[in-house]
């Protein structure tokens, strides 16, 4: 497998320690060679303290600190200079991660998969930022330990020994956990409620995504990647963008890479082959039940699948259906939600911009419609099939074939997303919000 | 990070599919080059096809089938002839690894581990096999679905694409599931009741590793190599491999690291260094509230324990605690288990066997006691510190020093796991229980 080659644009490689604890003085002192270079830190406030030694022990925090800063957590607390040890002189600059939604099911996989090195490659290392949610701001009123909901999976990355991973930290604030972030994974979004209509939950999440959008605009990296998972995702990456208009609008992405595995799954099975025999599998569209799983296009063994699988009807009657059912079947028959899967699919959408794509394949991803030579309205999130060098960045695929069948479908979807954003003008800057919002299309399983 | 070098002892890899659909007959016969050669299986019996396309198609199993196995899964019932494609012709030969407990929290995270290549190798094709719980069995009672808790998992690796996963397959017999495995993760068993006593947890937990130690030596291969991680995994271990006479008892491991991993952690934040600084870290004896771990060896940065921390009360009184706490914690406080990082220690397990272990270090783990050099009780399994050369095997370190105190916390240990064994006599064939235990000794939120 091919490294990452992705270099971040910012360095994040700060040395620093809330660390003066007498027995380290001792420590320092009685060794010739010291490995490490202290200083006290400036923004030293613990919340999340689970010992009681004096590694953790809250310093007061300064108010003439420049830069606001997510509170660190318990050994992630040090930060080494890398360059200045042995083994690891030779590693990248370290890269900020952002997490929203990191208590949550998907992340727990996600966070493990970051820090393991299986991302970004074995000499990456990185610094993960947890955004706290909602629940913990309320818990802020007091309620030391449960404003931070992070803490018991920042617990866990300590348990696990990973090298690579040399910074957790935990903040509620956006605006301190997106401070330099290279990626941004955003996760967290709330699920629909009881009788909640479709236009709720689109203003609900739309807002939380205009608040982050600002807050990268404000504090993030200048080239920062953005993955929304959030649903709706297209149309909270589009608030997300709109509200940063300081950061390339390319630069955010709707995750819908699940929805191209899944696709991809379902034509093996149909044809008997193996998955990874299955290429140039595009997701159109929205991430919901208008997304269009192009078999058109998709091949197997370098075969078109219509050469393939020899049966139209299910091609265009069932395919699809069985595609976007996998979450719900999850739910319904094991009562399970699609957390693993989903986690794979956020490391299979890093890695394609990360590592250059194979020679005549491509990958889906919902980006910003900015001059698409399929004649999709512009100025909306759109999944569509692009490849990358390697670089973090991508284009999109242009030779594609297109009939009847799926411009029909992709018309349906570009019209979903075209009223989804109607119906959130209010979050995008663009004016009153108008909601005729199509019968409900939420994928099962993803309320 | 160096690639595993374990070469497993029997072949797994044969050619077998379910498929001889039309669509497939006409694909195969429409391209000059082949990829797959195809035949009938003979065990094609499947209970847990979630579309409904001829792949999943049930046919009748084969009442004179020499060899009993699992029930393959999904897209997963197509087996390759590895060697006969180019991107796979480099690869090793296919491994078996059954685990238990699979539709757990634990094995969530571990299966998909296991599956990424990141356990194994890049170049180490793997074939799960997932064991079912009594759940299962009950269920058998003629609900088809619900007798398979495991398919829920198998859907979200088929959908993760793993290219290294070639077989999933689910079966509730372990003399099914076991067939020639070479790694047996056993990772389910039973929680605690309302009101059980330690000594009925042993019973009905024994019973369980006595029914799989019995099925291991019938059916596994004969250098089988089995990780026990459902409790009491020490002496769930013992029965085990009494069970198994015809596997080297020498190959069968309680999991203690993921107490060697947070005792590190501990001495890290403690030290005020970051935890790859922390070596030579020993977990003697049960995975239990009496477990040691050994500060005396253990080393920060190349020197020893004391020498940098020099609190030798916090070391004797808090630091053992705080290890075994770390459970406890994660439950009250958070509400949640260590899944991810118990999966994460189980990782770490497996790779320190095989790949070779570091220059002057090495690594606990829960063995047969068979003439060890400690003065330990024989025939008990006790964790100890253990090296590799990374064949899967691996040898006691002799060169640890003991002290008194030491040496009163490992006796202490040593007790409960000769007092535990007496418990369970009537499992390993040693006559009639008798349960004289002392104190529970759980370790919290492993109840």
Redesign the interface.
Known sequence: ?AVAQFIPSSSSLTKR?T?Y?S??S??LS??HKP??TLRRTNYAKICCS??S?E??APVAKQSNDPIKKPECF??FC?T?DLKAEEETSSWKKMINVSVSGAAGMIA??LL?KLA?G?VFG?DQPIALKLLGSERSIQALEGRA?EQC?H???A???????F?LL?EVSIGIDPYEVFQDAEWALLIGAKPRGPGMERAGLLDINGQIFAEQGKALNAVASRNVKVIVVGNPCNTNALICLKNAPDIPSKNFHALTR?DE??A???L??????????VSNMTIWGNHSTTQVPDFLNAK??G?QVK?????TK?LEEEFTE?VQK?GG??IQ????S?A??TA??VV?AIRSLVTPTPEGDWFSTGVYTNGNPYGIAEDIVFSMPCRSKGDGDYELVKDVLMDDYLRSRIKKSEDELLAEKRCVAHLTGEGIAVCDLPGDTMLPGEM
Chains 1, 2 share one sequence.
């Open positions: 497998m320690t660390l604890s027995q380290l001792q420590y009685s060794t490995l490490l689970v010992t030694n590694v953790q318990g050994v040090l080494y727990n996989h493990f393991s299986e074995p330990w909901d803490a018991g999976v617990m866990e990355l300590e348990d696990s020994l090298p040399r699940l595995n899944r991809k799954c379902q093996a099975l149909k044809a008997g082959v193996f998955y990874d025999k197997i063994n075969f050469e393939v699988i020899r049966d299910w069985k996998r079947v999850l028959k094991w009562g399970r699609s693993a899967s794979v699919s299979d």
